[in-house]
Structure formats: structure tokens, C-alpha cells
């Protein structure tokens, strides 16, 4: 008889094998034969994805499969032998109850669970069951559609490091709270969290943060060891008029408020309004403190506005180890607003000073470009203030007008004949 090479393998050779496996799949290894009877029941990750699941069977699911699913989730926790280290359900929950996932949830109380991840795509959310909140050992939170209420008793999770919250259900004094609360905190996801209007964060370890909402403001001032982040601001459906509360007092700065408080920023993305949001207030020509670490910066700016290209050159001039820099032509409308003390005292930034040189800019890409004026003088102040740069790729709107289109030729010759500052610069023009 042929020996069984695969039986043979050491315990965490063949743990690694079934970690590859659909979890179904690997629970089906326990009746190849006793050495592997425990096997699965050892697996440290457990993953039970419904669409996963779905295409398993080939076809669509139907009452009895969403049994099934349910019945091999509890038959999986029930023979486990090993604390279960991640736990991930993914699902529409359209047949699994609430009261399986809180079974669920109680259950993995009694273990040491390290991460947990839990993604429905359902109408109503979830109501967490206040069991979660006893996680003390958790690292990793994710929620997808869930609502967050914890008891009133809870403390924090003293241990977690990772936070995301996607389309979460969770109270301004909640959320800031949780936050508040989790010393360990490094890195924070949030996104259409619509109940999350004032973006304050107390987060002294946090490294990285990725956010996307319609904020009225935002606070960094108690996070001041972030090395990376993606900031996009909205604005509600409709809205036409800036915000009153993003306005800042008289003489103040958005901008200085902000970047006061990213001495360490490495990679920064500004998405959607946000320089928008930056640009309120009094405008300096260089930042009070540089970001001397900054090194690669996305924008999304709109040349229609006349305080975004001041407001994005006075990011440039001071960010002195700037290597790469994305630029999206953004074709939104600027937010209508009241004249005010604040206009005044920004009426002098209007005449733009193209003054900087880029002395470390190596790599620009610069997408969703129309060939306005505003747009071929940023490129041509790019190309001229940058003794380094090696590449600069030049991308036209992904779904173009018939207009832009047919001036794309011209563009074209036009861009190539911008002098540039480095000899060993490459222009790159991507066809629409």
C-alpha cells in the first residue's frame, strides 16, 4: 500500500494546508480518516462566508442551504478543541436569525479571540449583543451594518488595535467613547457612519485612519503619532451652501489646525472636500510646522475653485521629502457661501504664487485632467519646480465628453512641449 505522504506531515504543515481550504471543504478532511478526525477542529481561523458558500454549490440558496450553513457554523464551534484566534461571518442574513449570530457571539465570549469580523448586508441592522463587549482579549474589530450600543458598564477594549466601522449604526458620544477608551488603538476605519458628525479623535497610538463621511468637523488634536491617512469629506445629497460648521473663528485656519497636529503624516490622502475643508480660514504661505516626513500626497482639487490650488501649494512648500504626488482633477461645484469676515481675510490669497520648488518629487500622476488653463499651469509649475522627477503619467476622464476627446491630440502636443526642469523626466499620456 502506497504510503500517505500528506497524513504524515507535521501538525502545523497540514493546519496551514487547511487554512487554505473553504471551510466547508476542510471540515469534510475529519472523515478521510482518524489521524485527521480533529483536524479542522483545530484551525485557529475560522471564516464562514455565504457567497463562498454559494458558489460551492453552484447554484442559488435556498432555505435548506441557509439551514445547512447555520447548522455547520454551530456543529464547527461545538467540536472545536483550540481557542479560536479570528472569527469572520459574512452574509445577507436573510435566513440566518439574529438570535444564530448572537448564539454565535456568546459562544466565542468563552474563548481568547484575538479578531472579529462581521459583515451583513442586510436592511436593518444588527443589534450587537452586549456579549461582544466582554471581548477584553480582542485586537481586531470589523463591522459591516450592525448597531453599536454597548452597556452602560462597558470600559473600553483594553487590547484592541484595529477598528473598522463600515455603514455602522453607532452614536456621536458612543463612538468617541469607544474610541477614548481603547489605549491600543492604531489603526481606525470609518465610513458612512452618518450618526459620526463631528470626527473628534483621542487616539494617542493611532497610526493609521481612513475615514469617509459627511463631518462638521475635525479634531487630530489627541492623535498626534498618525504616520498615514485617507480623509474624504461629503456633504449631504442636496447640499448646496458651505457648512457653517466649518467655518473657523476669525483669523484661525482649518489647515494650521489640522497639519498642526500630523507632525509624523508619511502618506496623506485628501479625498472629495476635504481641501475644501482645509482651505477656510486665513491661508499662510508655508505650514507653521512642515511635514518633514510627508512623503507621498494625493489631492483631489477642483481648479474651478480659487482658494484649492493656494490651499494645495502651500501643502507642497511644506513638504520638503515629497517623492510622490497624485493629483485628481476633481469637476465638482464649489459649495455656495455667505461673504463673510472670512472672505476678507483670504482675499489676498487669491493671486496664486507658483514660488516652490519640489526639490525629492520623483513620481506624479495626474488623472480625470479636462485641459483647462488652471489645470496646464499646475502641470507646467510641476514640471518646472521638480529637479528630480523621473515620471509624470497624465490621465484624461475615464468617460470623456466628445469635446475633450477630440482636443486630446492637442493636449497632447501641448503637455510635451512644457520645458522641464529635470533632463530625465518622462511624460506618460494614457488615451482615453
Not at 35 to 45: I, P
Not at 302 to 316: E, G, H, N, Y
Request: aromatic share 8%.
Amino acid at each position: 500500500m502506497e504510503m500517505d505522504r500528506i497524513s504524515s506531515l507535521p501538525n502545523d504543515v497540514t493546519e496551514k494546508i487547511l487554512s487554505c481550504m473553504p471551510l466547508r471543504e476542510a471540515v469534510r478532511t475529519s472523515v478521510l480518516s482518524s489521524k485527521w478526525r480533529y483536524k479542522s477542529a483545530m484551525l485557529q481561523d475560522l471564516e464562514f462566508d455565504e457567497s463562498s458558500w454559494g458558489r460551492s454549490q453552484n447554484r442559488e440558496f435556498d432555505d435548506d442551504d441557509y439551514r445547512e450553513f447555520v447548522n455547520m457554523i454551530d456543529h464547527v464551534l461545538l467540536v472545536h478543541i483550540v481557542p479560536i484566534r479570528k472569527f469572520k461571518l459574512c452574509g445577507t442574513m436573510d435566513q440566518v436569525a439574529t438570535r444564530d449570530i448572537d448564539r454565535w457571539i456568546t459562544h466565542l465570549s468563552r474563548n481568547s479571540i484575538k479578531e472579529l469580523i462581521i459583515k451583513l448586508w442586510v436592511d436593518d441592522e444588527y443589534n450587537i449583543p452586549f456579549s461582544l463587549f466582554s471581548y477584553q482579549g480582542l485586537v481586531h474589530l470589523e463591522l459591516l451594518k450592525c448597531l453599536l450600543k454597548p452597556p452602560s458598564t462597558f470600559k473600553g477594549f483594553k487590547s484592541l488595535k484595529s477598528l473598522q466601522l463600515h455603514a455602522v449604526d453607532v452614536a456621536q458620544d458612543v463612538f468617541e467613547n469607544l474610541i477614548r477608551c481603547s489605549p491600543l488603538l492604531e489603526r481606525l476605519i470609518l465610513r458612512h457612519c452618518d450618526d459620526v458628525t463631528d470626527l473628534n479623535i483621542d487616539a494617542p497610538n493611532l497610526q493609521y485612519l481612513g475615514v469617509l463621511g459627511a463631518f462638521d468637523v475635525v479634531n487630530l488634536e489627541s492623535a498626534l503619532s498618525i504616520t498615514e491617512a485617507e480623509i474624504c469629506m461629503t456633504i449631504h445629497d442636496e447640499q448646496i451652501w458651505l457648512p457653517d460648521s466649518w467655518i473657523p473663528a476669525c483669523g484661525s485656519s482649518n489647515l494650521l489646525k489640522i497639519f498642526d497636529h500630523l507632525p509624523h503624516i508619511r502618506r496623506l490622502e485628501i479625498k472629495w472636500r476635504f481641501l475644501e475643508y482645509l482651505s477656510l480660514g486665513a491661508l499662510p504661505e508655508k505650514l507653521t510646522k512642515p511635514c518633514q516626513y510627508l512623503k507621498a500626497l494625493s489631492i483631489d482639487i477642483c481648479f474651478d475653485d480659487p482658494d484649492a490650488i493656494p490651499t494645495a501649494l502651500c501643502l507642497l512648500r511644506s513638504s520638503p521629502a515629497l517623492q510622490e504626488l497624485e493629483i485628481v482633477m476633481n469637476q465638482r461645484k464649489k459649495l455656495a457661501r455667505i461673504h463673510s469676515i472670512v472672505e476678507e481675510v483670504k482675499s489676498s490669497c487669491l493671486d496664486v504664487s507658483y514660488n516652490c520648488t519640489l526639490s525629492q518629487l520623483r513620481l506624479v500622476k495626474i488623472t480625470e485632467i479636462s485641459g483647462v488653463k488652471a489645470e496646464l499651469d499646475f502641470i507646467r509649475f510641476l514640471l518646472l519646480s521638480s529637479p528630480l522627477l523621473e515620471r509624470m503619467t497624465i490621465t484624461p476622464p475615464r468617460y470623456p465628453k466628445p469635446a475633450s476627446v477630440d482636443g486630446f491630440p492637442k493636449l497632447v502636443k501641448e503637455l510635451l512641449q512644457f520645458k522641464r526642469e529635470s533632463k530625465h523626466a518622462e511624460i506618460i499620456l494614457l488615451d482615453p
